[in-house]
């Protein structure tokens, strides 16, 4: 399978030019016997949280210890520039091309993948659960609320983690530190972790993680990726917390 490296590409609006193909391939998705093998063997954490929750902080530390894989997602998107830097396959994802990515869906060797805005193909390759097992690590990644499903339906003793600000006090001091954020982008992210808030109290693969203090909140996810288990007044203060975060974000998008 090719993966396209630092070559240039083309950074304006994605396009699928087998979109049909795509949409037919994943309305039918089958993972392999070779993949599943994978999937069974392989510990696997997939972590979920509001912006500005610590959630790629505490990735990295794990990651920092040698214990773990970090996955990196698949797309068919090119690289875009962030402040003036070109993205690199192999760091912010692995940038494919189309019809090699389709190939791989067809033949089922990813967990999970999606269509996006009907312009890009995203997901994770079985390759990087491979990389992990061979490297005796734990997998773990950041998921989007809308791709959780998608993964405990393929893997259902993946570790769900989600990690919470203490507070919504708290959770608005951290995004104000993290620089000037508009209304209008303020209220996007308000209803997107509306969801992710409201997530724990529909489904019971939630195990939530308050991020009150960085080295605790670190090792807290190691225990619940290493054992597959949360103890269980954490996860009752996690789902007080969550409930306290919902209804508050819920009356300040109301104002």
Same mark, same amino acid.
């Given at each position: 399978m090719e993966l396209t490296g630092n070559r240039p590409q083309n950074i304006s609006t994605p396009h699928l030019a087998r979109l049909a193909e795509f949409e037919a391939a994943l309305q039918h998705y089958h993972i392999s016997d070779s993949a599943q093998k994978t999937l069974h063997s392989t510990r696997f954490a997939a972590m979920l949280g509001p912006t500005s929750s610590g959630r790629n902080t505490i990735i990295e530390r794990l990651v920092a210890t040698g214990n773990y894989h970090f996955i990196i997602s698949d797309t068919t998107r090119p690289p875009r520039t962030n402040n003036g830097v070109m993205e690199e396959s192999g760091v912010q994802y692995w940038f494919r091309d189309e019809n090699d990515m389709l190939a791989d869906i067809q033949a089922g060797k990813f967990l999970e993948a999606e269509v996006i805005h009907r312009q890009q193909v995203s997901g994770i390759s079985i390759r990087e659960l491979e990389k992990a097992q061979a490297n005796h690590r734990i997998a773990i990644t950041d998921i989007d609320i809308g791709g959780i499903q998608n993964v405990v339906h393929a893997k259902p003793d993946t570790d769900i983690i989600l990690i919470l600000p203490p507070s919504f006090d708290e959770w608005r001091r951290r995004i104000e530190g993290r620089g000037?954020? +508009?209304?209008?982008?303020?209220?996007?992210? !308000?209803?997107?972790?509306? *969801? $992710?808030? %409201? !997530?724990?109290?529909? @489904?019971? =693969?939630? %195990?939530?993680? &308050? /991020? #009150?203090?960085? #080295? *605790?909140?670190? !090792?807290?996810?190691? +225990? $619940?990726? *290493?054992? +597959?288990?949360?103890?269980?007044? @954490? @996860?009752? %203060? +996690?789902? *007080? &917390?969550? /409930?306290?975060? =919902? #209804?508050a974000t819920r009356a300040a998008l109301t104002e």
């Open positions: 000037h954020m +508009g209304h209008d982008e303020w209220r996007r992210r !308000a209803e997107t972790a509306l *969801r $992710i808030f %409201k !997530a724990p109290s529909e @489904q019971d =693969y939630f %195990k939530v993680v &308050v /991020n #009150e203090d960085l #080295e *605790r909140a670190v !090792a807290l996810v190691d +225990g $619940i990726a *290493r054992t +597959g288990t949360v103890d269980a007044s @954490q @996860q009752e %203060k +996690g789902l *007080r &917390v969550a /409930n306290e975060l =919902y #209804e």
